[in-house]
């Protein structure tokens, strides 16, 4: 199963035009057994393999310009990464007291493009979209 899961990730890699290096592959891997968005000293911790920030954030910048892992910014403790292969569009909603991040499925985003665009004076089309949610989770309130 091991060596299925780091084929897969080395198939992700190729198949966007990444060199599927030993330490990418330990990043997606990472990125992949967790639920929720990660920062960089939280990959860097979870890591199996001995590594710096630089090169992290470097390989992360990376794989985000072909977006096989989505950069996320809640407005803390800086960037959070999560990998954005193989998953549904998807939105957060983050506790602000204790940061537990819940992830919120089935995106309605047409409807929400299309309210966008009929307001807008000046676009004619959306690429992407990325929204969050912020509130207090039933442990915390």
């Given at each position: ?24 592959i330990a990043i ?56 954005n292969v193989g ?55």
């Open positions: 199963m091991k060596n299925t899961v780091r084929q897969n990730l080395s198939d992700t890699l190729k198949n966007a035009k990444h060199k599927a290096t030993p330490r990418r997606l891997n990472v990125l992949k057994k967790n639920p929720s968005p990660l920062t960089v000293s939280q990959i860097l911790e979870k890591l199996p393999i001995t590594s710096n920030q630089t090169t992290i954030y470097r390989a992360l910048e990376a794989l985000t310009s072909t977006e096989v892992v989505k950069k996320i910014d809640f407005g803390d403790t800086g960037a959070r990464y999560e990998l998953t549904n569009h998807h939105h957060h909603i983050v506790c602000k007291q204790c940061g537990k991040i819940e992830d919120i499925e089935n995106c309605s985003s047409d409807e929400l493009e299309k309210l966008v665009l009929k307001k807008s004076k000046s676009f004619t089309s959306i690429q992407n979209h990325a929204l969050e949610f912020f509130g207090v989770c039933t442990k915390c309130s």
